[in-house]
């Protein structure tokens, strides 16, 4: 998006598709309290303007236009520089009716403001030096935060999170580049201004962070999205049953008849306080159907995917089967950082004694009756305890996937640059390398950007933001 600076932008920052307790418009620009000056009519009699108005102070009063009161409103000034957005900014909290909302968008919309796009505020903000663009990007993560763990990671990267380690980095090979360059410059007189030995350990110890925070994107993502646990089995093991256990409402169809689920199905559900996607899937065989072929296919996409595995057995088969059906349904999938749960279902069809049951969870199997509702807390409560346990407050994460792109694109030239180190390869193509490296880091930090850039990130914000 083309940013023009010098107009006045105006936007709601709540919702105006209903009614609420409260609304808030924000102005932003030159004449931004110009404007809402021009509207304003402050309940203290001393303040006859809003010029006069002292910065960061909140005033009562009403709206006033065309001889009609509008609302009596809540209003905060903010002077330039020292706004969200850099510039002078108004906020306007009034009574939340669609229409009153609607009605001062048109009126400041008259006296000269316009309609901001989405994010144009954050974008100003960014713009005019008041947080970069790591940050802006948080912004829009806090208010799509879905749970409490995504939350906490957008908050971390608002403060600030990785983006001074990045910084840091950049400045440093900003360095190391100019002074290969520099080499180049004097190769006739074989001047040498950085020492191989100490840039290969440099750029050692950044591989190894870049690729540690490379690492931290899929659990972060998980976290983030909702941790995908499937559940996994042959037809009729009770897998369906399962999810409706978990969800405690019928929103999987439940049928004797074998191949019932055909397709994977998805419902969000919290175990203290963190987000898990259960995924049904279809039961796991040998099908000529080519629809139920499909359905099992999608099954092992979503097994690949998971971070939890639920493979669900019917308890009165031979252990033998039991194995072997897992054995089937893992088979060429890669365990690891998966966590595997091995569940013997239809307990309340199985006669065991509590030594056989107790022999049968020291071999690491969870017992349940799905229809029953049996066994369910304890499945629970170990889907909790082999949970990750992590600070996403105090430790990096990245959970940005356009971050994620950029700092593997930026790892492959950091090991590009130490192949040629080892190799003994020219100055120059050392220097492009960490040069393209630096240049990476910046379009994460904001220093290497262009209107394509801004435009894609900020046109995902909401209005008003």
Known sequence: MLINRDDTIVAPATNTNISAALGIIRLSGKQAIEIADKVFVAQNKKLNSLQQAKANHTYFGTIEYEGKTIDEVVLSVYFAPHSFTGENLVEISFHGSIYICQTLLNMFISFGARMAEKGEFSERAFLNGKINLSQAEAIADVIASRNGFSLDMAMNQLRGGYNDMLLSLREKFLKVASLLELEIDFSEEHE???????????????????????????????????????????????????????????????????????????????????????????????????????????????????????????????????????????????????KLIHILNKEDKAKLSDKEKEDLKCKGYVIISAKENQGLESLLEKIESMTPKTDFNNKVFLSNARHYQIINKALEEIKLAMQNVEAGISSDLIAENIRMATNYIGEITGEVCNEDILGNIFSNFCIGK
């Open 192 to 338: 040498i201004f950085v020492d191989r030995k100490k840039l290969l350990q440099e750029l050692n110890e950044t591989q190894d962070l870049l690729a540690e925070l490379c690492d931290s994107f899929k659990q972060a993502n998980a976290f983030k999205q909702g941790i995908p646990v499937a559940i996994v089995g042959k037809p009729n093991s009770g897998k369906s049953t399962l999810m409706n256990a978990i969800l405690k409402e019928e929103r999987v169809i439940v049928s004797n008849i074998a191949g019932t689920t055909i397709d994977t199905i998805e419902e969000r559900f919290f175990i203290k306080g963190v987000e898990y996607r259960f995924i049904d899937t279809a039961g796991i065989r040998e099908s000529r159907n080519e629809i139920e072929k499909q359905g099992i296919e999608r099954s092992f996409k979503a097994i690949e995917k998971a971070m939890f595995i639920l493979v669900i057995s019917d308890i009165s088969e031979k252990e033998v089967e039991w194995e072997k059906s897992k054995q089937d349904i893992l088979k060429g999938i890669k365990l690891k950082d998966k």
